[in-house]
């Protein structure tokens, strides 16, 4: 049995999001994949490994005695640990992650991600769709250092100067 639908299949090369709607289905279809398929469970040290990832990048709370910290902890160390799962699914199996990303794609549609940089008050009511993925696309940069090799930025070691 095929259904018709409005939808192009898209190439992997061509990027942009799947709508509200699109990505909760396709992360309740993943996760559930993950769950029927018992990847296994995640070794101490391993999970130590993500919970260092969450540190490092600020997800864990900066005051572990606040009433919201256990909170804040336990939802994070799931994100992560089904991102860990995730990538192990797709390391495993990936013709049945890009099979599932597909018929998600050919059901919801695919919208092309605004470039711009700026995220609006109205960009911050859809952000799955305007928020996330632009954050994601941003490459930071730190800051250019002083050019040391000029000579002025430090003083001479013997306090001379020409």
Do not use: C
Not at 103 to 119: F, P, R, T, V
Not at 139 to 148: C, I, K, L, R, T
Request: net charge negative; glycine share 10%.
């Amino acid at each position: 049995m095929t259904t018709e639908h409005g939808h192009e299949h898209v190439p992997e090369e061509i990027y942009g999001v799947l709508p509200d709607e699109g990505v909760v289905e396709l992360t309740d279809t993943l996760t559930g994949y993950m769950h029927e398929i018992e990847l296994g469970g995640l070794t101490d040290i391993m999970g130590q490994v993500l919970d260092d990832l969450l540190d490092q990048s600020g997800g864990m709370p900066r005051d572990l005695k606040s009433d919201d910290a256990f909170e804040q902890i336990t939802q994070n160390q799931l994100a992560v640990t089904l991102a860990y799962h995730l990538g192990r699914l797709e390391g495993r199996s990936p013709q049945i992650v890009q099979k599932m990303l597909d018929e998600a794609i050919e059901k919801w549609g695919i919208h092309q991600l605004e470039e711009s940089n700026e995220i609006t008050d109205q960009d911050l009511e859809s952000p799955k769709v305007q928020v996330y993925p632009r954050l994601r696309r941003i490459e930071y940069q730190e800051a250019p250092g002083p050019n040391v090799e000029l000579g002025w930025e430090a003083p001479e070691a013997d306090g001379t100067s020409e």
